[in-house]
């Protein structure tokens, strides 16, 4: 007797009805826009944090030139914050 079902391969893809008219070019549609938007929230992220970043240098530099915060207050600022950056320095 014949086996009416041949064994799958792994992992193989298993079509139970065929895609809709449509389907594979609205789905390439989507990729696409969720790509994109991927990309703008990327963008987004990486700009306030280079605000951010600019920002407190800025305030680091009014406090050594006002209240004359030395080079250790530097050293340390990081590790109080719990960050690890290079400083953008305004000029």
């Known amino acids: ?54 920002q407190i240098g800025r305030d680091i530099l009014e406090r050594q030139a006002q209240q004359g915060w030395g080079a250790k207050v530097i050293e340390v600022f990081p590790t109080r914050v719990g960050v690890n950056w290079v400083f953008l320095v305004p000029t």
């Open 1 to 54: 007797m014949a086996d009416l079902h041949p064994p799958l391969k792994p992992n193989a893809p298993v079509a139970l009805t065929p895609a809709p008219s449509g389907y594979a070019d609205w789905l390439a549609e989507l990729k696409t826009r969720i790509h994109a938007a991927q990309q703008r929230a990327a963008l987004a992220v990486n700009r306030e944090l280079a605000l951010l970043y600019w």
